[in-house]
């Protein structure tokens, strides 16, 4: 029989779930040494009084790391110049943050010679998937502990977020939700999403007034049009409206100027890695911002057979993102390519915010490839005779199938 954990890394939010986990756990391994591990990744007031909650509910010690840079510039920014999208919605706000809590649980592993790292994922979703691969591929020596796979989890009547309500009750564990208002979020400087209650039936419309958090609904969004101005370097944000300023940052304003204008709101019905499909609205101001302006700049700085690989490149790495896999030696590759690739995105893009639409209105690239005068109607640099014969070769499979084959008509 396998020996249990002595000392385990919990993922720790201040959430329903793990705050339960803690006392579980101490039940479960008994003499086992928690340390709550919460990382900062721009959830507003939601860490306030974590350190505290983690000691009431069974902790033994407690790392609060602040990762918001290093979140923004190291993990976003690459995934933005690769313009990752999951199933042509999701900007994948909840999967590009798993890696990063899971790498630094590694590190405070060590640091403070734990044997053990855990979550409180759920066995249905895709989070437990993220969490242990980066597990495995960071420090795959390490025992991982995942409760809510755990039988004994189940023996202890933790079946969803109902009975998890009842057992923080019971153990008196502080929490905030109830069972009146019980929609599962998850918030970071990228996005915030919500699952649960009427949202997980599609034949509903999510009560947006009781939902919505970063955005106000359309029909509460400003009147007046906004513009932003953004400038890139690389395929990288590096200032807004003329002021250079830390990735986090720019993030932090976009959210601000585009949730005032209702921009990134999302509902979608999507596939789970599990294989089930899931219902959940999505809010991404600033980084439906920040792709609206990228993809007006690399439609002007990127040559035409390279822009359309890397479109079709973007859907694969959309995948290892929302699959956990970022620390994969396949996205490592990718991202290769699409940093190689964006080394000429640079330049300014302004966009226009109005109810709802982020709408990329003006875009001055430092080494554009749109020529102006090559583009209108005038001739004189562009022989029109040359298409004749270009049309004819370029053609010719479909005309020798029509003249051997007679498609019909």
Known sequence: ???????????????????????????????????????????????????EKAYASGADEVVVKDLRKEFAEEYCFPMLRARAIYEDDYLLGTSIARPLIAKHQVMVAKETKADAVGHGATGKGNDQ????????????????????????????????RETAIDYAKQHNIPIEQTKKKIYSRDRNLWHISHEG????????????????????????????????????????????????????????????????????????????????????????????????????????????????????????????????????????????????????????????LYKGNATAVKVEADKSLYDTELASFAMDDYDITAARGFIDVFGLPMKVRGLKQKPKL
């Open 129 to 160: 998937v993220r969490f242990e691969l980066t597990y495995m591929a960071l420090n795959p020596k390490l025992k991982i502990i995942s409760p809510w796979k755990d039988p004994k989890f189940i023996e202890d009547g933790l079946t969803d």
């Open 197 to 352: 209650a009427e949202i997980e039936d599609p034949t509903q419309e999510p009560d947006w007034a009781h939902c919505l958090v970063m955005c106000v609904p359309h029909e509460k969004s400003a009147a007046k049009a906004q513009h932003v101005t953004i400038e890139f370097k690389a395929g990288t944000p590096i200032a807004v409206n003329g002021e250079k300023v830390p990735g986090d940052d720019i993030i932090a304003y976009l959210n601000m100027v585009g949730g005032k204008h209702a921009v990134g709101i999302k509902l979608l019905a999507e596939n789970r890695l599990v294989g089930m499909k899931s219902r959940g609205v999505y809010e991404t101001p600033g980084g439906t911002i920040l792709y609206e302006a990228i993809k007006a700049l690399e439609q002007v700085a990127i040559e035409r057979d390279t822009y359309h690989f890397k479109r079709q490149l973007a859907q694969r790495y959309a995948e290892l993102v929302y699959y956990g896999q970022w620390f994969h030696p396949l996205r490592e590759a990718m991202q290769a390519f699409v940093d190689e690739t964006s080394k000429l995105v640079t330049g300014t893009v302004t966009v226009k």
């Open 1 to 51: 029989m396998a020996k249990g954990p002595k000392k385990i890394v919990l993922a720790y939010s201040g959430g329903l779930d793990t705050s339960v986990i803690l006392p579980w756990l101490k039940d479960r391994y008994p003499g086992v040494k928690l340390v709550a591990f919460a990382a900062e990744l721009g959830q507003g007031d939601e860490l306030r009084g974590i350190e």
